[in-house]
């Protein structure tokens, strides 16, 4: 059984790496997985848990970063948000699905949030893209092993 202060760790770094921050979540992971001393439910469940909250900080960076569009020190020009509203609703739910990515899963996190994307469904989306990435991640290590 896993140490709860491995899971707390875990949870923690998982909601750093869902952010804009760059991931250190698969090293962690990797190295847990490679030391067999935790249970790898639990482990996928810590990582999961902390990345679905970490992806709602950028969901909710993206519902509320319209109040400084028309500022001029924003960064991102009214074109390119239009034109990124125009992709996400074309395929949105299905892109939902990429949110566990790395880097493209920030920006769709931040998208969803921007299009006020029903919170429920951003979660179930981000609960099974993160799941796959870290099961990916586990099979991975029992093959390199």
């Given at each position: 059984m896993a140490e709860i202060h491995i899971l707390i760790i875990l949870f923690f770094v998982s909601?750093?790496?869902a952010t804009v921050i760059?991931?250190?979540t698969d090293i962690l992971l990797l190295a847990l997985?490679?030391?067999k001393k935790y249970s790898v439910i639990l482990l996928l469940a810590s990582a999961?848990?902390?990345?679905?909250?970490?992806?709602?900080v950028n969901y909710f960076?993206?519902?509320y970063i319209r109040v400084f569009e028309n500022k001029k020190w924003f960064p991102i020009k009214q074109k390119y948000l239009k034109q990124t509203e125009n992709l996400f609703q074309k395929h949105g739910r299905?892109?939902?699905?990429?949110?566990?990515?790395p880097?493209?899963?920030?920006?769709v996190a931040v998208t969803a949030g921007m299009l006020h994307i029903n919170p429920v469904l951003f979660a179930i989306s981000a609960a099974i893209s993160r799941a796959a990435r870290y099961t990916f991640l586990?099979?991975?290590s029992l093959l390199s092993l």
């Open positions: 909601v750093e790496s760059p991931p250190q997985f490679a030391a999961v848990a902390g990345s679905i909250i970490g992806g709602f960076i993206g519902r299905v892109a939902l699905l990429l949110v566990g990515m880097v493209v899963g920030d920006a586990w099979i991975f």
